[in-house]
Structure formats: structure tokens, C-alpha cells
């Protein structure tokens, strides 16, 4: 276990294996005369090849810290750097990229776009960058058939079933082998039996060296995680590492 | 990979669209009325002018047309059952024209004569005309058969005639009448040839108590012969006397540029001889043509007007519809931003779903368009002409349209917040 201190220290040391890096980050809202302050001077490290849970009570910052790290979201204060890039500088066009590129969403409602199919749904982070690569398809069907969905390809979103839906998602998260895979309750609205699976799943990625961010309040989800970090008033309150991750260069 | 790109995205609004199939049909008519009306109105508009044009054309666009116009009854003149009036052009005036109009290339006089055209058990009241030979060449009618009169026919007085297609093929559907005998009034004349008919125009009917249109020709002189200047008219229950020397006079005009001045010299000419009578009116062509161009822009106004109008209530449909469709697809956007969309490729997306219903729209309307013109010439006995520019012009007007009002609900996606957006229920 390590106080919020030590993992400052952490971070201010060695970063050749961090994907991604916040110092000090603040996300500060106005609305009307009120100021909300849903990150407070947070400082979180995350290296390559780390599986993260992220939990804290309903408000506690979990949701705004991966819109901030998901790029969608632009830190007030502080210092946020992703795959070495310093994210505050960087223009829309270019944190979009970043998204196509570096990052990977995986969400509790799944979020597929119900007109494209299986396969397109799968391919969507690759429409939107400049080069895309040529192995594209062949990449998304190969995932398509780790994740169970080889003659489902063709199907809409609508006529898979929750668990299928979010293995899509899965799909689409890695087609862009990114630095970073960001997960929202990517299993809250799974049963228990299919929740299971998609952890599994979760741990096999971990254990080929996919770097996870992965929010949620239930404890048992968080505890398959490598690290995990407590939330509390836009801070970290306590890390708990569970398991030592070897550092793995990418 | 560009093109690839642009290709995906209209894949992907085509099934956008088919998600909502009656929706987007109910969004495009607008579009398809407007389009069509566009095309069918300008078709009508062309056709219109077209005609207006063939007319004056027919008179010959450098000719200055003088005629003689019957004036008004006056109630305190003698008996009206039996009075002779007297009235119009003069051979004197043909003389004075002839001999001192300059920039004149060729000057003919017609005078219509009444009389029944009869061939074997047909017959027909058709228009007798009595001119001379350059008639012909002064209005570009055509023979198709036979000659047109000569100045032999004048000098020798023969009693021939040309005749017009439409009463050739009323009096012998079946047969050639050249070298034939038909008899005009109580006179026999031979046909020596028969014109080409003249472009079809929606006024050339039969009119009341005529069965045919069309002329027949007969020399001037041999009018001058046999019918002299007094005319008997046979109305029901009346008959008129009319003493008149030339129904018309035709004057060639050598330049484009000096039909004004010739116009000009026949107004004043005729005024100073004939006084306060206004027996006649100088007809001129080239300011007609020049009078239809102008109504024919002010028609096309009118009438762009209204079909502008139309593809604007089609275009505004389509924005309601396109901004409903964002606010409905908020969510979508949001993951798509989350998945790396640039704001243009969101812009994109959603013009490309509104230049989709517009085309879909405008080529439907194109065709409707193309078959509404052949509905009214075939049920409203209009003249229509379909100009290649009129479907491309309606078509590229629908696609403007579909840009021009896309724009705004697609900058308004592409402006939403990506993490509001992914909030979205």
C-alpha cells in the first residue's frame, strides 16, 4: 500500500515505461456562482502494462479522471501527459487523433453504432485516422474471432445479446493496438455470468501486457485488477497494489 | 484513401437514412416538388417563348409588316346592312414606299381575298393570299412540291395556285394534288406547288367556321384580274362591302439596324396620308421578338421565383429533420468523438446524410419533372420544351440546397461536447 505522497514520488521518478502521467491535475466546473471541483490536485501514474480499478462513491472524481484521461475532457490545472505527449497544448484535431491512436473506450452501455455492423463497428477508431493501417480488416475479423463473433460479423448491434455487445466493444477498444485501454463499469450492465466472462477476458488482456484503466464501485471487480487506486473528493485517497506488473517495454 | 473515406461515410448515411425509411422519404419530397417544379416550370416558360418567337419569326425578324385595319362602325354612317366602307393601305402607298424608302431590300403586297377552296366534294374556308412571287423569300417558306409563284404566273395573269400542307391535306388527304384544277370562289386555278408546313404551334387551330388552317396563294395580278378592289363578306344576317386595296404590306429590311428607321418612316408616312383615319398599324417584328424576350425574362422570374420558393420550404423541411436527427443521434456523436472523429469528419457525416436526401429528392424530382411537361402537352395542348441545362440546373440546385441547409445541424453536432454528448440518453 502506498499514501498519496509516496505515489507523488513515484511519479516525479524514472518515466521510460509510463503511458500515462497526472500532476497536480485539477478539473474545475462553473455552473452559475458555484465552482465544483471534481478533480482536486490529483497526481496518478499508470506504466505499461498495469491493470488499474479505479472506485470511489458516486461523485468522488472517477468518471471526469477518464474523460481527463480519455482526452475528452481538458484538465484545468496540472500536468497530464499521455504516451509522453503533453495533453493541455494539444488542439481538438489533435486529441482526436490521440483518441484514434493511443487510446482504447470500452463503456458500461457498450456504445456500438446501431446502423454499422459487427465488423464496421469494430473498424470505427481506424475511419478516423489519417493513416490507417492496411491490415485494418484482417485485424478486426481476427479479433472478431477471439471474442467469439466470427459468424456475427455481418449482424447489427440490436440482434447480439449484452455479453456479445460488449465483447464487440472489447474488439473495437484493441483495433488500434492502443497505449491505453480505458474502461467505464464496462460490466455493470452484464448478469453475473457474462460479467464473469468479460473479466476474464479482461485478465487475459492484462496478462498479455494491455495497459487497463478500469472504473467501477464493486469491489470484486476492482480486486482482479493489478493496482488500484480509492477516490475520494477529487483526490486519490489510497492506492492498493495488489500484485507486482513487470514493466514491459512496447 | 481519401475517396475510400468519403465513400464509407456516404455507405454509412445511406443506412443512417434506411433506419428511418418513411421519415427520409417524407424529408425528400419537398426537395422533389420543388425540383420539379423548377424543371416543368422552366419546360412550360421555354415552350411559351418558343412559340411567342415562332411567331413573330414567321413575319420575317427584318420585315416591317403594314396593314390594314378595318376602323371602328360608325353608327351615323348610311345603312349598315349595305354601306361599302373603304378603308386601309392604297396602292398609292405601295408606290410611295417602293420608290423612296431607302435600306430596303424587297417590298410585296398581299391582298386576302374571300372565297370558298373547294376540291371535288372538300371544301374550306383557308386564307386566299394575292402576292408576288418574293414572298416567298421575305418569309422562308418553303416548297416541297412544285414551285411557288413566279413572274411569269404575274405576267401572263395564269390562274394557278400554291397551296399551304394543311389545306393541301384537308382537300386530298390521299393524293398529290399538284397539276390539279380546285376552284377558289367561282374561279378554277391549278396547284403548282405545295409549302412545307410550318412548325407546330399549340394556336394553330381550326378557327370558328373554318375547318383547316392555313393559306393558299394565288398571283397578285391575277387577283387584280378577276376579284377588283369591292369584296362582298356574307355574315349571318348581314353581308359587308369592303373596298380595300392591299390588306398588307410587306418591306424587306436590308440591315438588322435600319428595321427602326423604316418602322419610323412607314409610322410617319402613313400617318401624314391618311390622316386622322386609323385604318392601318405597322407591325414590327424585331420589336415583338425584342417585347417576348422581355416577357419571357420576367415569366422565367416568376416562375423561378416560385419554384425557388418551393425548394426553400424543401430545404428548410430537410434542416428540421437533419437538427431532430442530431439531437437524436447525440449519443452516436458522442462515440464517435470518443473513437477519434474530428469535428470535420462529424460535419461530414451529417452533410453527407442531408446531400444524400437532397439528391435522392432532386433526381426523383428530375424524373418527375421530365414526365410533367409530357402530361400538359399531352392533356393542356401546350407547347413544352425541356432545355438539357433545365434538369442539371434543378438537379445542382437540389445539391446546393441539401449543402446550404445540411450546414447548420452538422455544425451543430460537430460542435457538441464529446463527454455531454456520451451522457446523452
Sequence with gaps: ?250 | MIAGGLWRTVRTGMKSLALHKLRSLLTTLGVLFGTSSVISMLAIGEGASYEAQEQIKLLGSQNVILRSVKPLDDPNQGNQRSRVVTYGLTDEDLERIEETFPGTSGVVPVREIVGEVRYLDRATDARVLATRPEHQTLTGRLVVEGRFLTSEDERTLNNVCVLGTEVARFLAPLESLLGKRIKIGSDYYTVVGTLAPRLRLSEDRPTAGSDVTGEVFIPFETARKWYGRLQVRMRAGSFDMEEVDLHEIVVAVDRPENVPVVADASREMLRRFHGQKKDYEVVVPLELLARAEETKRIFNVVLGSIAGISLLVGGIGIMNVMLATVTERTREIGIRRALGARKRHIVTQFLVETVCLSIGGGTLGVALGLLIPLLVERFADLVTIVTPAAPLLAFAISAGVGVLFGLYPAWRAAEMDPVEALRHE
Design chain 1, 1 to 250: 500500500m502506498k499514501s498519496p505522497e509516496g505515489l507523488r514520488e513515484g511519479v516525479l521518478q524514472g518515466a521510460e515505461d509510463t503511458v500515462a502521467e497526472l500532476i497536480g491535475v485539477e478539473r474545475v466546473y462553473r455552473m452559475g456562482e458555484t465552482e465544483v471541483r471534481a478533480l482536486s490536485g490529483l497526481d496518478f501514474r499508470v506504466r505499461r502494462g498495469e491493470y488499474w480499478s479505479i472506485m470511489g462513491v458516486s461523485g468522488s472524481g472517477k468518471s471526469t479522471l477518464l474523460h481527463v484521461m480519455g482526452c475528452l475532457d481538458r484538465p484545468t490545472g496540472g500536468v497530464y501527459r499521455l504516451a509522453g505527449r503533453d495533453v493541455q497544448t494539444l488542439s481538438d484535431d489533435e486529441l482526436s487523433e490521440v483518441r484514434s491512436r493511443n487510446l482504447g473506450f470500452i463503456f458500461q452501455s457498450y456504445n456500438l453504432i446501431p446502423q454499422l455492423d459487427v465488423l464496421e463497428n469494430i473498424l470505427v477508431p481506424l475511419f478516423y485516422q489519417e493513416n490507417p493501417p492496411e491490415d485494418g480488416e484482417a485485424r478486426a475479423r481476427a479479433l472478431a474471432d477471439r471474442m467469439g463473433l466470427e459468424t456475427r460479423l455481418s449482424h447489427r448491434p440490436l440482434e447480439l445479446s449484452g455479453g456479445q455487445q460488449q465483447r464487440v466493444a472489447i474488439a473495437r477498444s484493441l483495433v488500434n493496438d492502443p497505449d491505453l485501454i480505458l474502461a467505464d463499469e464496462a460490466t455493470g450492465n452484464l448478469d453475473s455470468e457474462t460479467s464473469r466472462e468479460i473479466l476474464d477476458l479482461f485478465d487475459e488482456l492484462s496478462a498479455e501486457g494491455k495497459t487497463i484503466v478500469f472504473v467501477t464501485h464493486e469491489r470484486h471487480v476492482a480486486e482482479r485488477a493489478s493496482h488500484i487506486l480509492h477516490m475520494k473528493d477529487g483526490r486519490a485517497e489510497e492506492v492498493v497494489v495488489q500484485r507486482a506488473v513487470e514493466a514491459r517495454a512496447r
